[in-house]
């Protein structure tokens, strides 16, 4: 495999988990309109993105390949519920 295909493969396992975590933290002020964030939407993103890519890695490990739907839907609990709890934990 050659040096480009290796990191088209990383930038299409990554992908995902990046466009959940910022989609999640660009629309949480909408979806949670009680919770003032006390960090940009950066920062949030950025959390978000890194439970996910956890997420999808210990799927990868557990299932023997990447791409199992199983994976995507635990990625996007994992996500959820980070941005929840953050929101929750940095309310004071």
Do not use: E
Request: some cysteine.
């Amino acid at each position: 495999m050659s040096l480009l295909g290796l990191l088209n493969h990383l930038f299409n396992f990554v992908l995902p988990a990046l466009v959940v975590g910022f989609l999640l933290a660009a629309t949480a002020p909408l979806l949670m309109k009680k919770v003032q964030p006390h960090h940009s939407w950066l920062i949030q993103s950025t959390i978000n993105s890194a439970a996910g890519l956890l997420v999808l890695l210990c799927g990868m490990v557990f299932f023997g390949r990447d791409g199992r739907m199983a994976t995507y839907a635990a990625m996007v609990l994992a996500c959820a519920t980070v941005q929840w709890f953050t929101a929750k934990a940095w309310r004071g």
